[in-house]
């Protein structure tokens, strides 16, 4: 009995589908079981449809087609091809078992995309060594981008007819090389040295830009505070340029999440950036759903740049609701039909002004605010929330017409941090560490310790403060490439906690 592979999506994961069919001597019907959707039901008139085209006589028989796991519920309409080709060679023993089919049938039998297939196979390959598929040529191109597949690209029912009978070769993806790779150990990182939006149009503010260096190298949470106008969204927007190399595992686990949300997207190591308005209602942030659960921003900016501009006018449930996964690095969305659980390893980044009329730091401007005001407008954001923010800047609004950093002097900064910690063999990000694996990269001279003590007793640092305190001082000497965090390190890391 001949069978294929193919897969679904449930709850933004993609779980293998082995798909086979059997004719038995019956009155004539044709019937497709295991869980399948509407839109998989109605894929038997295109499928007797794109076969009449070919010439090939539908057997008078009960045919039955059965898609296992049959408790697992499937939908779309990418079974069309392999449904097809296995009532096609029914009486005849094929070699298609080790093939995921994908691909739509037209009523005349030419081999549609659509949206699933792509974040199907972004899915699969970041969990399987190789995989063997014959997908629509229009795919090929992107395909293409994704290592370890093997894609055969087919136009028409026809030409898949000919391929599986060995009668016709395909056009077969080729092995897509990145132009800037890192290799460390074993592991392959990626990076791009274009930079569309550049630092060097940031004139002056080189405390912020140090802030950014050391905020990118290890992933560190930050809060830029100013006037208006001094730069606070413009130096967030070029933060994502300068952002660490990616893994093969990191660009596919960020780009499978866009492509999921129907966004078309090019597999790149250019590393996500989500800016959504204040405005956004809490499941629009952290995703959800009554029926089926959709990715929200938190989770689209996975392994990315999650911006939160004006920071305290988004609204309370959603700023209290953040805690979470800036903790976790996860966050789990429970319904009474579905739970979802998405990671969420992205750094967090957001701006404000100083207080409503935006005045408040202004040697110029008089602010026109009362202390009331300014009490309301500061207690929005809660010191829980504060507490998971490693990096607070307060920016100047003095405009200096100087030479100035570019993006690229800073991204050679934060590569050599990044080398420097792939060394030593760490797995994570500074930030993203546990407290466990923390304390094992983290080694402080006796002046160093002696400042962090000083600084527990006279501010009253909580113990995710210290936590963080260490793992920004970590960062900090990663720049300097030094295995020991010493006394200068401490205390730049301390200049830049929020009092």
Known sequence: MNSFKCATLQDNKAYEVEVESATIRALPAFSIVGMASQSIQESKDRIKSALNHIKFKFPPQKVTVSLSPSDLKKEGSHFDLGIALLLFFQKEEITCKDYYIFGELSLEGDVRSTTSIFPIILYLASQKKSLQAVVPKSLMKKISQIPNVKAFGVESLSEAISF????????????????????????????????????????????????????????????????????????????????????????????????????????????????????????????????????????????????????????????????????????????????????????FAAAANPCPCGNLFSETKECRCSELEIKRYKNRISEPLLDRIDLYVQMSEKFENVETKSSEEMFDEVLKAFVFQKNRAQGEFNAKLSEKELEEVVKLDNSAKEVLQKAVQNFGLSHRSVFKIKSVARTIADLENSEIIKKEHILEALSYRRR
């Open 164 to 347: 599986f009978k060995g009668e016709q070769k395909l056009e077969q993806s080729s092995e897509f090389f990145y132009k800037n790779t890192l290799e460390i150990g074993k592991q392959k990182y990626f990076y791009k040295r274009e930079f569309e939006l550049d630092f060097k149009d940031l004139k002056g503010q080189e405390r912020l830009k140090r802030a950014l260096v050391i905020s990118s190298a290890g992933m560190h949470n930050i809060f830029l505070e100013g006037s208006p106008g001094c730069g606070k969204s413009m130096a967030i927007k070029r933060l994502r340029y300068i952002l660490p190399p990616m893994s093969m595992q990191e660009m596919l686990e960020s780009n499978a999440y866009e492509c999921l949300e129907g966004e078309d997207r090019d597999l790149t190591p250019t590393r996500a950036f989500r800016s959504p308005h204040h405005s956004s209602s809490k499941p629009s942030i952290f995703g959800g759903g009554s029926i089926k659960s959709s990715a929200g921003e938190c989770a689209l900016a996975h392994n990315g740049i999650l911006f939160f501009d004006e920071f305290p006018h988004f609204s309370k449930s959603v700023l209290e609701a953040l805690r979470e996964p800036l903790e976790d690095n996860q966050i789990l969305i429970s319904r009474v039909n579905t739970k979802v659980k998405y990671k969420t390893k992205f750094l």
